[in-house]
């Protein structure tokens, strides 16, 4: 474990909301420091499994850790609204069975690409540009990647460079952030987006934000594609970018706060044909090295999807979400879902006289198109799942977690527990899977 190396936070209070004069007045910051570290540990006993194949969850059981640890450097730039971020990141670890056998998978923190010795890379980099549409301000506090201070209430954002695609599009408060609230992929993202992403989770491009109005927000995202399934490089192409539109609404729903968040998005890539492969397999070849000859730039996948957070009453919140894609192309830099529909309640430790505390439960289901059944009944494999054979079977799950405060604002350690049917889709394989972790998280 990489835990000791960042003991040392817990002697710093963390940052929260800028600072002030003493006579009370707002200071902007023009430099912010953060830093965060999370220690997964999961494991899950034996399950019932007719056989296993290349991409399957082992069925004999396992324990696995992955520990990541970021720091967060915002500074004001000498213009007007630009702000530059940097996030060196370090990660060890895996998840189980390698990150692969379960396309809702169980570890939030987990990377594709595990590593046994610490990895240092750059997470993000990137600039953001506000640009006032009118004269009217309001306070932002300060917070990971976000400097305290005042902004256009009306404004444009521009966002370009390296950063997570997640970090802008289908934001939760209650199921957005894996290192906090939940911590399964079908729960903090739309499992059908097939988000635009390298190995370890990062994309480059443009976003911008229009914000006409606090209460609608338009936002939009040309965002680079990786080369191969689940590969590092993202060449800068035309024909290999992911479009996302999302719109955002502030609403009152019996005087309480909640948001509902359409999107859609249109994928050019060099992601494989299921059709094509299953075409070219029935020939005699094998149907993974037929996709591999169906792999081109501007081949496309689109989809689109919702979510809704709604508060329900003090200290208490619940989060939807929906997605669906064609399914006709092979999954690149997710996981693979093509439909998912998942809801939860979140809680605050205030409702049992536990400040500080917070819990939530959730189910979700998702499901495969027809397209990419026949593909993994063929014995293909993707970037996540492939048993070698498939009787199909939607999957199922649900999880539940307990996180308290153990020092300050600073360290918090969370119980969590996923059950799993049909893991990879795969009715033979049904299991359930019991996933059990527990995860300590750090933060300045």
């Known amino acids: 474990m990489a835990l000791l190396p960042l003991l040392s936070l817990l002697a710093v209070p963390a940052r929260g909301q800028g600072w002030a004069t003493p006579e009370g007045e707002r200071v902007p910051e023009n430099v912010r420091l953060n830093a965060q570290l999370t220690e997964f540990i999961q494991g899950y006993p034996s399950f019932r499994a007719a056989y296993s194949g290349p991409n399957s969850l082992p069925p004999g059981g396992q324990v696995r850790q992955s520990t990541s640890i970021t720091a967060y450097l915002g500074m004001r730039l000498p213009w007007a609204g630009g702000e530059l971020y940097f996030n060196p990141e370090y990660f060890q670890g895996f998840g189980l069975g390698q990150t692969l056998g379960i396309a809702g998978f169980t570890n939030g923190d987990a990377q594709k690409a595990g590593n046994r010795v610490g ?200 989060f939807f979400r929906a997605s669906w894609s064609d399914g006709r192309t092979e999954t690149f830099a997710f996981t693979q879902i093509d439909r998912s529909i998942a809801f939860g309640l979140s809680f605050k430790g205030e409702l049992w006289g536990r400040p500080g505390h917070s819990a939530g439960i959730a189910v979700a289901q998702n499901d495969l198109s027809r397209y990419h059944r026949d593909f993994l009944a063929a014995g293909g494999t993707g970037i996540i799942i492939g048993d070698g054979a498939l009787r199909y079977g939607s999957e199922r799950l649900m999880e539940a977690y307990y996180e308290l405060p153990v020092y300050r604002e600073n360290l918090f350690v969370a119980a969590n527990y996923q059950l799993v049917h049909n893991p990879g889709y795969n009715r033979d394989r049904a299991g359930p899977v019991h996933v059990f972790g527990l995860r300590i998280h750090a933060r300045y």
């Open 119 to 318: 990895v240092l890379s750059i997470a993000r980099l990137f600039l953001r540009q506000t640009i006032a549409l009118g004269p009217e301000t309001e306070w932002r506090p300060g917070d990971f990647n976000q400097l305290a201070g005042f902004v256009p209430t009306r404004r444009i954002v521009v966002t370009a460079g390296k950063f997570a695609s997640l970090d802008i599009f289908q934001t939760s408060a209650y199921a957005g952030d894996a290192r906090r609230q939940f911590w399964n992929w079908s729960l903090w993202g739309p499992g059908a987006w097939d988000v635009a992403a390298d190995v370890r989770g990062y994309t480059q491009g443009l976003a911008i934000e229009i914000v006409p109005d606090p209460a609608f927000v338009i936002r939009y995202g040309a965002l680079l594609l990786p080369s191969q399934p689940n590969g590092g490089e993202l060449p800068l192409r035309p024909n290999n970018v992911n479009h996302i539109l999302e719109l955002a609404y502030q609403h009152r729903w019996f005087g309480r706060p909640g948001t509902v968040k359409p999107f859609a998005f249109y994928s050019l890539g060099a992601m494989g044909s299921y059709q094509q492969a299953l075409a070219l397999g029935a020939g005699g070849l094998a149907v993974d090295d037929a996709m591999a000859t169906t792999r081109r730039y501007g081949n496309r996948k689109w989809g689109y999807g919702v979510l809704i957070d709604q508060e329900i009453a003090d200290n208490a919140g619940f």
